[in-house]
T-cell receptor, first 115, second 115 residues
Framework: AQSVTQLDSHVSVSEGTPVLLRCNYSSSYSPSLFWYVQHPNKGLQLLLKYTSAATLVKGINGFEAEFKKSETSFHLTKPSAHMSDAAEYFC?????????????FGAGTRLAVHP | DTEVTQTPKHLVMGMTNKKSLKCEQHMGHRAMYWYKQKAKKPPELMFVYSYEKLSINESVPSRFSPECPNSSLLNLHLHALQPEDSALYLC??????????????FGSGTRLTVV
């Protein structure tokens, strides 16, 4: 069965330093994986997606993620954090069940960026 | 147009009131979704509409009543809600209910407070 584990509930970085948000997944078949970002009191915005093409995926706002099948990981990175990156980040895998593709959300990682 | 628009952005209602949430998209998507999100939690699926028909009801109480008048509109009618129903209600859409590569497009949500 598909599941997603976000390994850190909170991550705190200084502005200008690298960001690493960790995600491990479990899937019985080749998954589609996504990272969404949610700023306070806002909806979810798609950052990037992996759908079995290139394993290194580039997204918006300088974010990247690498799909590693051997490690069942899909970690999100950014070389240099901005204050505007402070938000909640969700790692998501799709599950085909009940006749539709369901989004399986991780618990979320709250990213804090300090000056 | 690549957005999902939700109105109102904020809603305060009494437990005896009847109100409706509205969601609109003009991307030609044929699947639309309602999610409920409590503070510091990932979104939880409530309903799935596919080609304007209710496809999935995730055991949601009958005080929540969805409606899909046409392929661009999705409503959520609210009646006799409880304070614990206070949450952010998110609408989303996707190409169709079998889509697992493009991800969903989410609206900004309606912040509902039941008093």
């Amino acid at each position: 069965a598909q599941s997603v584990t976000q390994l850190d509930s909170h991550v705190s970085v200084s502005e200008g330093t690298p960001v690493l948000l960790r995600c491990n997944y479990s899937s019985s078949y080749s998954p589609s994986l996504f990272w969404y970002v949610q700023h306070p009191n806002k909806g979810l915005q798609l950052l990037l997606k992996y759908t079995s093409a290139a394993t290194l995926v580039k997204g918006i706002n300088g974010f990247e993620a690498e799909f590693k099948k051997s490690e069942t990981s899909f970690h999100l990175t950014k070389p240099s954090a901005h204050m505007s990156d402070a938000a909640e980040y969700f790692c998501v895998v799709t599950l085909l069940a009940g006749g539709y593709n369901k989004l399986i959300f991780g618990a979320g990682t709250r990213l804090a960026v300090h000056p | 147009d690549t957005e999902v628009t939700q109105t109102p952005k904020h809603l305060v209602m009494g437990m005896t009131n009847k109100k409706s949430l509205k969601c609109e998209q003009h991307m030609g998507h044929r699947a639309m979704y309602w999610y409920k999100q409590k503070a510091k939690k990932p979104p939880e699926l409530m309903f799935v509409y596919s080609y304007e028909k209710l496809s999935i009801n995730e055991s949601v109480p009958s005080r929540f009543s969805p409606e899909c008048p046409n392929s661009s509109l999705l409503n959520l009618h609210l009646h006799a809600l409880q304070p614990e129903d206070s949450a952010l209600y998110l609408c989303a859409s996707s190409q169709d209910q079998w889509e697992n590569r493009a991800g969903y497009t989410f609206g900004s949500g309606t912040r509902l407070t039941v008093v």
